[in-house]
């Protein structure tokens, strides 16, 4: 339809922790409408699905397919509360920051898949970046 703006979408962002249920929101005009979801694990796999339908009459239209890299939170820690943000110092390891922040050292893997889009390899981490810590 010419002159409405298009449905902005917000959240959740790429690479965000999220919380179980994801929850979408935004703002759209329109005579009718149609928002639909899926969420896919790490192998492509559908696990989950949601439509929300506006209006009574099909539509009928090219509509953009749009992946976004999200984390389950509760698949790093459950339960899971959200999470730190901590700077890396000269000298720091992720199983160092593991130690100090869940009191076990070999819970590092959770602070690299917390982070896995800014970390390529675990064992070099940089004084600057700034890491998601799971709570």
Same mark, same amino acid.
């Given at each position: 339809?010419?002159g409405?703006?298009p ?10 922790i ?18 639909a ?6 192998? +492509? $796999?559908?696990?989950?699905? &949601?439509?929300?339908?506006a209006? #009574?009459? *099909?539509? !009928? +239209? $090219?509509?953009?397919?749009? &992946?976004?890299?999200?984390?389950? #939170?509760? *698949?790093? !820690? ?5 999470? &730190?943000?901590?700077?890396v110092? #000269?000298?720091?390891? !992720? ?32 004084a ?8």
């Amino acid at each position: 339809m010419a002159g409405f703006p298009p449905i902005a979408v917000r959240q959740p962002a790429p690479y965000d922790i999220v919380d179980d249920p994801v929850r979408a929101s935004g703002i759209g005009t329109g005579f009718e409408g149609q928002f639909a979801a899926c969420v896919l694990d790490g192998n +492509g $796999n559908q696990i989950a699905e &949601a439509s929300i339908h506006a209006g #009574g009459m *099909a539509i !009928l +239209g $090219n509509y953009d397919r749009v &992946a976004i890299p999200i984390t389950f #939170g509760s *698949a790093l !820690l459950n339960p899971y509360r959200g999470f &730190a943000q901590y700077t890396v110092v #000269g000298g720091d390891t !992720l199983s160092g920051i593991a130690q100090r922040y869940y009191g076990d050292a070999g819970k590092w893997p959770v602070i690299y898949e917390a982070n896995r889009y800014q970390i390529q390899n675990p064992d070099r981490i940089f004084a600057g970046q700034v890491l998601r810590i799971p709570q």
